[in-house]
């Protein structure tokens, strides 16, 4: 999920009884979801969420702390640049609600389980990841015709078996 860090920040005024103080809210990041998102309409609607973040060592989201909510819609035609860079989203809502995005950060990237039991992180496309090797099981052991056993071929590979 992708988080924008906004200015000026979001601000919510509360006025809880007549003889009280004001109570005054602030976020500083906000992030946004379509509720729904219909390809080919005319309108979307986005719900936002504002609040604050927790950053890892690494820049990444540790924890986004929601305090306020909102909502925008946008145009087809508003949203006629987005492609696959949701950041372009978030600058178009904070430009509707009347903020500007200073930066955007984001949830580290998915950890999945390696071939041998370890895990790695997926790959961000178009970023210029390459795998060097793969690593795999050996392949599974088959009864041959003859009462001997075999290995299932690799298909694609050209191997016919015997």
Known sequence: MLYAKINPAATRVEQN??????KTTTADYMTAIARPYTLGATRTRFEIQYGSVTLDNNGYVKNFGQVMNGEAVLTADQL???GTDDSIVLHLIAEAVGTTVESVVSNPPPSVPGPL???GTVPTPGTGTTVESVVSNPP?????????TGT???PGTGTTGS
């Open 17 to 22: 009884s007549p003889f009280g103080a004001p």
């Open 80 to 82: 006629s640049t987005w």
């Open 117 to 119: 039991g370890g895990t």
């Open 140 to 148: 599974p052991s088959v009864p041959g015709p003859l009462g001997g």
């Open 152 to 154: 299932v071929p690799t």
